[in-house]
T-cell receptor
């Protein structure tokens, strides 16, 4: 069975600070995909990134960066120079290959960026 | 990526009644999923909607309570039957494209309040 753990329930930072959201996953599959989604107060889920298990390169997209480490089963997400608009719930999710393509979500981290 | 129109966006319903949620996609997709997000919680998969066959339900969810239809490759409905206050949640549909899942797309969600 798959499991995703986001130990940080809530994080509060002041604008322009850097913040890292942690994600630890468990799976016995060797091929899998990891995702991050953002859920603003409006409720929709916004896709941020997908990473497959064979690609351990870190990725940067503007103020966002992701650190994937298979050795520690972690896929952490860093926001640099945070902004108030970054305030949202962030979910990490896992999908294994095979016929069942649904996502297993972590419990989410509520990020609040204060002005 | 696919664009999803989910309706209604929100509703307040009396206990004992039923509500049907619609999910329309702007392109043909292989798999559609229905998730529930209870207040302050993560997303939990209800079922996978299969075109031309019965939906596949996850543990804890039954067809009598959450009947699903998938008449074609672009449309699905989820009905929440005989509602109680415990059914108050956000319900989201999600799709996987023909390429096998590059960035799952979610509908904007339906906020259901049962009184």
């Amino acid at each position: 069975a798959q499991k995703v753990t986001q130990a940080q329930t809530e994080i509060s930072v002041v604008e322009k600070e850097d913040v890292t959201l942690d994600c630890v996953y468990e799976t016995r599959d060797t091929t899998y995909y990891l995702f991050w989604y953002k859920q603003p107060p409006s409720g929709e889920l916004v896709f941020l990134i997908r990473r497959n298990s064979f690609d351990e390169q870190n990725e940067i997209s503007g103020r966002y960066s992701w650190n994937f480490q298979k050795s520690t089963s972690s896929f952490n997400f860093t926001i640099t120079a945070s902004q108030v608009v970054d305030s949202a719930v962030y979910f990490c999710a896992l999908r294994v290959t095979g016929s069942a393509r649904q996502l297993t979500f972590g419990s989410g981290t509520q990020l609040t960026v204060l002005p | 990526s696919a664009v999803i129109s989910q309706k209604p966006s929100r509703d307040i319903c009396q206990r004992g009644t039923s509500l049907t949620i619609q999910c329309q996609v702007d392109s043909q997709v292989t798999m559609m999923f229905w998730y529930r997000q209870q207040p302050g919680q993560s997303l939990t998969l209800i079922a996978t909607a299969n075109q031309g066959s019965e939906a596949t339900y996850e543990s804890g969810f039954v067809i009598d309570k959450f009947p699903i239809s998938r008449p074609n490759l672009t449309f699905s409905t989820l009905t929440v039957s005989n509602m109680s206050p415990e059914d108050s949640s956000i319900y989201l549909c999600s799709v996987v494209g023909q390429d096998g899942g590059y960035g799952y797309t979610f509908g904007s969600g339906t906020r259901l309040t049962v009184v």
